[in-house]
């Protein structure tokens, strides 16, 4: 079965420090892999995805994410937080061939000035 | 910014209601998505449309839910005999083909 877990729930860092959101998945064959941002009260934001090219994954506002499959990991970096990275992350997986978007629980981010 | 749209974007309703949403998604996609999202988790994916076609369901969603898209344009999500668990936020989003999927702002509904 395809899933995806999160490993923290919430995440704490300072301005300026580096984040670090934890993602991995599980999937029978090559998945696509996805970042959401929610900011409160605002729609879902595509921040990036994987499909197979590059592993090391650039987005948008400098983050992130590398694609490891003997890890079956997923992490999303940012080498300095801003206050305005304050939000709910999410980590999706697309199972190939498959239209289904696996979302997991979420991890949101606190940034302290 | 004609992104996608939901109607209405807070329902409440009573246990046994009926209940009918709406999502107009961006006018060139093809593709459109219902999702569930409760307190705490990540959106949970019900169905999915290529044009009018419906082509994918979760198997949690039950028999009492039902999507259309009738025109390959908008479509409606609805729920019968609500029950208290289906309180939720219930978010649309739309793509083109295999591009980025772009999110409504959702579909608050309270089942009292």
């Known amino acids: 079965a395809q899933s995806v877990t999160q490993l923290d729930s919430h995440v704490s860092v300072s301005e300026g420090t580096p984040v670090l959101l934890r993602c991995n998945y599980s999937?029978?064959?090559?998945?696509?892999l996805f970042w959401y941002v929610q900011h409160p009260n605002k729609g879902l934001q595509l921040l990036l995805k994987y499909t197979s090219a590059a592993t090391l994954v650039k987005g948008i506002n400098g983050f992130e994410a590398e694609f490891k499959k003997s890890e079956t990991s997923f992490h999303l970096t940012k080498p300095s937080a801003h206050m305005s990275d304050a939000a709910e992350y999410f980590c999706?997986?697309?199972?190939?061939?498959?239209?289904?978007?696996?979302f997991g629980t979420g991890t949101r981010l606190k940034v302290l000035a | 910014d004609t992104g996608v749209s939901q109607d209405p974007r807070h329902k409440i309703t009573k246990r046994g209601q009926n209940v009918t949403f709406r999502c107009d998604p961006i006018s060139e996609h093809n593709r459109l998505y219902w999702y569930r999202q409760t307190l705490g988790q990540g959106p949970e994916f019900l169905t999915y449309?290529?044009?009018?076609?419906?082509?994918?369901k979760s198997r949690l969603l039950s028999d009492r839910f039902s999507a259309e898209r009738p025109k390959g344009s908008f479509s409606t999500l609805e729920i019968q005999r609500t029950e208290q668990g289906d309180s939720a936020m219930y978010l649309c989003?739309?793509?083109?083909?295999?591009?980025?999927?772009?999110f409504g702002p959702g579909t608050r509904l309270t089942v009292t």
């Open positions: 449309f290529q044009n009018e076609a419906q082509l994918e």
């Open positions: 989003a739309s793509s083109w083909v295999e591009s980025e999927q772009y």
């Open positions: 999937s029978s064959y090559s998945p696509s």
């Open positions: 999706v997986v697309k199972p190939s061939g498959t239209y289904k978007y696996i």
